[in-house]
């Protein structure tokens, strides 16, 4: 029995080793992720009757697990030795897959993690005003999208719109196949030079998708590169996460943005030793901005490739919008930029960027860029069009706009008292904390005032940090902001929830947003923190 549970089959193997290292039993019971369910009978008599130890009491117990949930399963004599179901009549009957999906599903709807889909209707000449079409309604309802990564509004840009248009006059709207047999075009490659000039870059390669130029590239460079390690941010996008994984190479997860645990990890490993360092840029949900530079510092100082995601960088950062790293001067040395044509460019598709090389070995290895069909040609020729126009004067302007929105929107609702959480770019991710209630004032929103906030949960981002997280655009304008924050007060005093901005957790004062703004941490500026001030009196 004890093999079927996930923690004390692993005990079992080290049993001998905590005998000889004096590790009780109780100390590793401590490890089972069930601590509400309370082993029957004496705990080290049943702990150790399941690794095959000796128990210390001769007290009648119980099952040696009972109220384990991996034991308290009764044994079902429907199934066979081999564990196979078998009906009243001892037929064989096959897995129940449909039961299985659904209870999976009901899992999901209890912790409240289950994901709706909003049936958004958008409209190209009213953006960021859409209509959501509601099941058994018969009436579609008038919002105000808050929530769109279409950050710039690319995807109705009427010049962009035009180009799809005629493209789809001259080249149809298929690709008509694989980049190998059928399927690139002087589209591909004219995009592929648009994207390397932007980043900088010697060369670059389309992907269907960003999460596939991410997973199928650090697969691929992983299991290539001789002995390597993968160093990744703990903040990283799934992405990442499934291609370092995948690749089964030895990974080291260093604390998000913090160069200096980046550096301690890094020096284990001999200089000669092949090391991918992956991080991001802007982080999708914290809003967090990396300490590039500093990482660059530590990538070249130990030899280590950067793999940087610029996805929700790229199109608002920099004078041409490369992202980030144009932002802060550093696109020569980022080894490997990954992004998106979708959010801000407002198409879809991923690519990579990086040396001639290393692009014409990811072209020939990358089963995620060889097996599938490539971009259209309505996309390819739409994407070029958005790079061009956020590479020009208009975009510089929608950048200075964007920022501005973001700005103010972010001081109304310190104002307000609504707990947006600090942070340096264009997401406000408002803390909620609670899986329910995040859903619950989502749908308040759009059902009693028009306004479209997806709820973020688990897995997206841990438990406990449920939020609504807000995306302004260029487009928003001070009355839709004014209306949104007065939403959001409204439902705030509608649930009990507190409106308060952030204090000091020195003195409790009320923190001034510009000093809120500027630090890393809830405090005051020393003058005027009566604590902090008597704190450094008494050193």
Not at 204 to 214: G, P
Not at 216 to 235: F, K, N, Q, V, W
Not at 352 to 376: E, W
Not at 398 to 421: D, F
């Amino acid at each position: 029995m004890a093999s079927q549970c996930p923690v004390m089959r692993h005990a079992m193997k080290y049993t001998k080793l905590a005998t000889a290292t004096g590790t009780d039993m109780p100390t590793m019971m401590k490890k089972c992720p069930f601590p509400h369910h309370k082993m029957g009978g004496s705990t080290v008599a049943g702990i150790s009757s399941l690794v095959g130890g000796h128990a210390a009491s001769s007290s009648p117990t119980k099952s040696p697990a009972a109220g384990c949930p991996v034991d308290s399963k009764k044994p079902d004599s429907s199934k066979s030795e081999k564990g196979s179901s078998k009906d009243g009549e001892g037929r064989e009957t096959p897995f129940p897959y449909e039961q299985f999906w659904s209870d999976r599903i009901e899992a999901k709807k209890k912790d409240h993690t289950y994901r709706v889909f909003r049936n958004v209707e958008r409209n190209a000449q009213t953006f960021p005003l859409a209509k959501v079409v509601k099941e058994g309604a018969r009436a579609k309802q008038d919002i105000q999208v808050w929530c769109s990564n279409d950050y710039m509004g690319m995807s109705w840009h009427p010049k962009v719109q035009n180009v799809v248009k005629e493209t789809v006059d001259k080249h149809g709207v298929g690709a008509g196949g694989t980049r190998n047999i059928s399927g690139t075009s002087p589209l591909h490659n004219l995009l592929e030079a648009d994207l390397a000039k932007l980043h900088q870059k010697e060369a670059a390669l389309l992907f269907t998708s960003c999460y596939v130029a991410n997973d199928t590239s650090l697969y691929t460079m992983a299991r290539m590169l001789p002995g390597c390690h993968i160093y990744s941010d703990a903040g990283n996008h799934a992405s990442m996460i499934q291609g370092i994984r995948t690749s089964g190479v030895p990974k080291h997860v260093f604390r998000h943005n913090d160069p200096q645990h980046l550096r301690t990890l890094l020096q284990q490993q001999p200089k000669s030793t092949p090391k991918i360092v992956a991080f991001e840029t802007v982080y999708s949900m914290s809003g967090n901005i990396g300490p590039l530079s500093e990482l660059l510092d530590v990538c070249e100082e130990f030899g280590a490739l950067s793999f940087i995601d610029e996805v929700h960088a790229v199109g608002l950062y920099g004078d041409h919008g490369a992202g980030i790293g144009e932002q802060e001067g550093e696109l020569r040395r980022m080894d490997i930029i990954t992004g998106t044509l979708g959010k801000a460019f407002g198409n879809i598709g991923g690519y990579i960027a990086s040396s001639s090389k290393l692009i014409d070995m990811l072209r020939s290895y990358c089963s995620g860029f060889i097996f599938t069909t490539s971009l259209p040609p309505t996309v390819l020729a739409g994407a070029r069009k958005a790079i061009e126009i956020l590479s020009s004067e208009e975009g510089v302007m929608l950048r200075k706009r964007h920022q501005m929105n973001v700005s103010t929107l972010r001081e109304m609702l310190y104002e307000a008292g609504i707990p947006v959480m600090r942070c340096p770019s264009h997401i406000l991710p408002i803390k909620v904390g609670d899986p329910e209630l995040v859903f619950r004032l989502s749908q308040q929103l759009l059902d009693e005032f028009g306004v479209y906030v997806q709820p973020i949960n688990y897995p997206t981002v841990q438990r406990g940090m449920e939020m609504l997280r807000v995306a302004p655009t260029p487009h928003h304008t001070v009355h839709m902001m004014e209306y949104f924050v007065n939403s959001l007060v409204a439902l705030w005093k509608k649930n009990g929830l507190e409106l308060k901005q952030p204090h000091c957790t020195t003195c409790n004062k009320t923190l001034q947003r510009q000093h809120w703004m500027s630090n890393s941490n809830d405090l005051c500026a020393g003058a005027d923190c009566d604590k902090y001030v008597q704190a450094v009196a008494a050193c």
